[in-house]
């Protein structure tokens, strides 16, 4: 539940303008407004589920970005009933909205990538909570090699433009009509950068394959784990069990969240001590927290 001192679990994950947003419980604008995010990059969210403090907030945040002028698409993905939620939702409040809306709901025969653009995939897998769930994994599109301007010298591509768009993996045409393709040039392709959103589940295979090797994974961490029958029960994962599948999956480094309201802000270092003595690499997170994700080499 919200809480005075706390807000819900939400994850905005910004990159070059765009913003993705992973889950909206109540009061989510107030965060948004918070950290002053801004409207005109909201591209897609992605629910988990069906519990009202991770879905709660979306008609706030649809009415909140209809109030820019010409705003872009709006992609939800998320488990079956979130078009049918919103549709009823938006049609008895009649709140207005100026862009169009474009469901993707998982089915039994859904394939493991929700969504792609220019930019990013985004995969999903079912995890094991009291009702149907899903944790989320964004992998950022691969980049070109490393370019070497020695060998685009020796080439003859003269420097300039023509560097910019190999550089960004377009083929391109000397004025002798030679054509040279950005492998010509550059180095292996290296890999984008990688997220992970699980949250509201048991341990399962699931949450290995979307943790797996990713450069930051925000998990949940309901409880500590002499709470872990409450954690059983409710369908979460304590601390410790959190931090350990983060080490277990590769995890670069790993964020908790969706703390229990039952611990307050003085709590919050027990909870890091208990999950950091199963990985180092790891830490609450806190309302406005930002981290940056660097590229790899």
Known sequence: MPMPHRLLT??????????????????????????????????????????????????????LRAQIDDPSPLTILGPPGIELFIRQTRALLEFYTNYPVHFVEWSGDQPELAYQDDQVRIYWQPLQHTRFCLGYRLEELERPGKFNPDQARSLGIPRGPLWGRLQRGESITLNSGREISPDQVTGTVRRGRRIAYVVDTRTTKNIYRLCRDVDIAFMEGMFLPEDSEHAEAKGHLTVTEAARIAGRAGVDRAVLVHISPRYDAAQLDQLESAAKSRFEYVQIGRDFDSFGVPLKP
């Open 10 to 63: 939400s994850l905005a994950v910004r990159l070059n303008g765009r913003i993705y947003l992973f889950d909206a419980g109540e009061g989510a604008q107030l965060g948004w407004k918070q950290v002053r995010l801004g409207l005109r990059g909201f591209k897609l969210l992605a629910v988990t589920h069906l519990h009202a403090d991770h879905c709660l907030g979306i008609p706030g945040l649809m009415m």
